[in-house]
């Protein structure tokens, strides 16, 4: 048997459809229903929590689905093997993170559900709930801002705050994974060498470790920074040419970086 559950909150969102939700989610207010205030007390003292959410608007008869909105070409998964919102039980897990606390209002970021939708738990976020380097399918975005965006937001969540080396990353980033596709596959190994912000958000988004296997080498250096990509079969060295302004898609590869593609085996 399973118990009654009571909602405890509800979700204020300027999104209305789930299909207008962006990937990496959105800021929204957390409305906790006053009878639960007390259990809000000291959670400004955690960064990030999990939302347990109920998606009201979501099918329950649906047990494979292709992730469309990530790319059409993906093959089908069991909804248990994947994200999707329609599942037989529609129950959502969210990482978000706290911004701020204004009484029984908790205004987070990167939140992934509608105006409306109902909150059935809220749970502190603990280091002990990272798996750096998991082992899990890649869905690949079929459009470059996709795959731009999921290599950025990596990147960021690992190295915390924007600056250019993390912009820099991402586009090195960027143009190794046309190359490679997944950018975390255990055969992939990466050689960063530059600065500490750099080779942090290399990590972030390859989720290459220094050992345990090693995937990721670094040396420290002002010179012009660089990334090797090695698999067995390709290597691929990028070099900054420092000569652009910015590291976004709008400004072209070539004038960024120096390529050098080297088939190896």
């Known amino acids: 048997m399973i118990p ?3 909602q405890i909150g509800v979700v204020r969102s300027s ?5 207008d939700i962006p990937r990496g989610g959105t ?11 007390d ?9 990030h929590l999990w939302l347990l959410m109920w998606f009201h608007q979501a099918s329950r008869d649906v047990l494979r689905v292709t992730p469309v909105k990530i790319n059409p070409d993906l093959p089908e998964y069991g909804v248990f093997g994947a994200r999707a919102f329609k599942r037989p039980n529609p129950i959502a897990l ?10 029984a209002r908790l205004h987070v970021s990167g939140c992934d559900a509608i105006d409306g939708t109902p909150v059935l738990d809220i749970k502190a976020y603990h280091e002990g709930d990272c798996v750096f380097s998991p082992r899990a399918p890649y869905f690949r975005p079929a459009s470059p801002e996709g795959r731009w965006s999921l290599i950025y937001r990596r990147a960021l969540g690992h190295h915390q705050e924007p600056c250019e080396d993390v912009m820099r990353a991402t586009r090195m980033a960027f143009i190794a994974e046309e190359t490679f596709g997944s950018l975390t596959v255990p055969e992939l190994t990466v050689r960063v060498e530059g600065s500490l ?9 390859t989720r290459a470790r220094f050992a345990n296997p090693r ?14 990509w090695e698999t067995p079969a ?8 420092g000569t652009a302004p910015s590291y976004g898609l709008d400004v072209a590869a070539e004038d960024l970086f120096e390529v050098k593609l080297e088939p190896l085996g």
């Open 4 to 6: 009654e559950i009571h």
């Open 15 to 19: 999104i209305h459809e789930p299909g």
């Open 27 to 37: 800021d929204a207010v957390i409305e906790v229903d006053p009878a639960y205030a």
């Open 39 to 47: 259990a809000l007390l000291r959670i400004e003292e955690h960064s």
């Open 94 to 103: 969210t990482r978000v993170r706290l911004e701020k606390v204004e009484g």
């Open 197 to 205: 912000c750099l080779v942090d958000a290399i990590q972030g988004i």
């Open 215 to 228: 995937r990721l080498f670094f040396t420290e250096r002002s010179g012009p920074p660089a990334t090797i």
């Open 234 to 241: 390709m290597r691929v060295a990028i070099t900054d040419r």
